[in-house]
């Protein structure tokens, strides 16, 4: 596998990883509300989301979806409906005061951020369809066993590098600060945001 089929993969998962979606929304808010520490491992969560539909992606899922569509939809629906789901809890707790729901509830877990991360980026399956497509024109018939890891390796610093910088940002204190000031809007706007990404997956 050449270097440019390399810089290439790279490349599409990249814009991909950046573009606006579920993955980068929960690291927004929780950068926001709990710290770049759960931000990031959070970030690693989505990595390994991420990891796991790519290894899917080169173990031949495109071929199964064309095999069993409706394997797809139902994955789409779940995924969506969970996305959904959760923006509905955001759009409840949208009016509690910030102070109020961090004596309610205790803090989130290295683990929980982590496996919030992962089932985050799962929710989503449109990833495994875009890595075999990738793949499909980048990864040779006969590629080895290091360069499949490499690929893996390069799909997991793309996901969390990049979220693991989102929830940077919105750790800062100026970004707290406005999101405490704002947080009723906030809080129905990253609800809303995850609920239309959600019917999109779902429908789409």
């Given at each position: ?84 789901w959760m923006a509905w809890h955001l759009w ?113």
């Amino acid at each position: 596998m050449t270097v440019a089929a390399f810089g290439t993969i790279w490349f599409l998962h990249a814009l991909a990883a950046i573009s606006p979606g579920p993955a980068v929304v929960m690291s927004a808010r929780t950068g926001v509300i709990e710290g770049m520490h759960t931000g990031a491992m959070l970030a690693v969560g989505i990595g390994i989301g991420g990891v796991i539909w790519a290894l899917l992606a080169l173990c031949g899922l495109a071929f199964v979806f064309q095999a069993a569509p409706a394997l797809l939809i139902v994955l789409k629906i779940c995924g969506g409906a969970y996305l959904v789901w959760m923006a509905w809890h955001l759009w409840q707790a949208a009016d509690l005061p910030l102070d109020t729901r961090a004596q309610d509830a205790p803090p989130r877990s290295a683990v929980s951020a982590l496996r919030l991360g992962i089932v985050t980026q799962l929710a989503n399956p449109k990833p495994a369809v875009l890595f075999s497509a990738i793949f499909l024109g980048t990864v040779p018939a006969g590629t080895s066993l290091w360069t499949y890891t490499a690929i893996l390796l390069i799909v997991f610093a793309n996901e969390t590098i990049w979220n693991i910088l989102v929830a940077r940002i919105f750790s800062l204190e100026r970004s707290r600060q406005g999101y405490i000031s704002l947080k009723s809007i906030i809080d129905r706007a990253f609800g809303a945001t995850l609920a239309l990404l959600g019917v999109k997956i779902a429908a789409t």
